[in-house]
């Protein structure tokens, strides 16, 4: 797992409002996967990095320590996949947005991946637009 990183902002000034920035843990097995996420996350105001994690157990040992507002995880890791750890994330943390990212279209996932509350997005689509929408679309889970 790479550490979380050094810089540490708390709040941004965004068309002039001071808002929290949305820490995001990004989780892939896939490091050229996890950097692209990464510089999305780079490119949009009011989002950090916060950290990596290539498997949905060091994403859990991660959130153990660290406060996060969002994680995007692909669904298919080895060891705990996505949706086992997106169900411990929403059961041990229900505030954090779990979105979960994969090549398959949203009909190929299991029927209850939606139903614990996290959301989908396609990788191939995946970009700053998407990041702000995911957060907009209501912040923090549960909405």
């Given amino acids: ?5 050094t810089r540490r902002r708390s709040s941004a000034t965004i068309s002039g409002v001071e808002q929290h920035l949305v820490r995001v843990l990004v ?3 896939l490091p050229s996967f996890r950097r692209a996420v990464t ?5 949009v105001d009011g989002f950090e990095l ?7 157990e060091e994403a859990l040992d991660f959130l153990r320590d660290h406060a996060v507002g969002m994680v995007l995880m692909d669904v298919n890791m080895p060891g705990m996949g996505g949706l086992e750890a997106a169900r411990t994330i929403r059961f041990r943390h ?5 979105v979960l990212l994969s090549v398959n279209n949203t009909e ?6 939606m139903v614990m509350g996290a959301h989908y997005r396609h990788k191939d689509r995946f970009g700053p637009d998407e ?3 995911l957060w907009s679309d209501g912040g923090p889970a549960g909405s």
């Fill in 1 to 5: 797992m790479v550490a979380p990183p």
């Fill in 27 to 29: 989780v892939d097995d």
């Fill in 39 to 43: 510089g999305v996350i780079a490119v």
């Fill in 50 to 56: 916060a950290g990596e994690a290539a498997s949905g």
């Fill in 94 to 98: 229900p505030d954090v947005k779990v």
């Fill in 108 to 113: 190929d996932l299991p029927r209850d991946a």
């Fill in 131 to 133: 990041l702000e929408a």
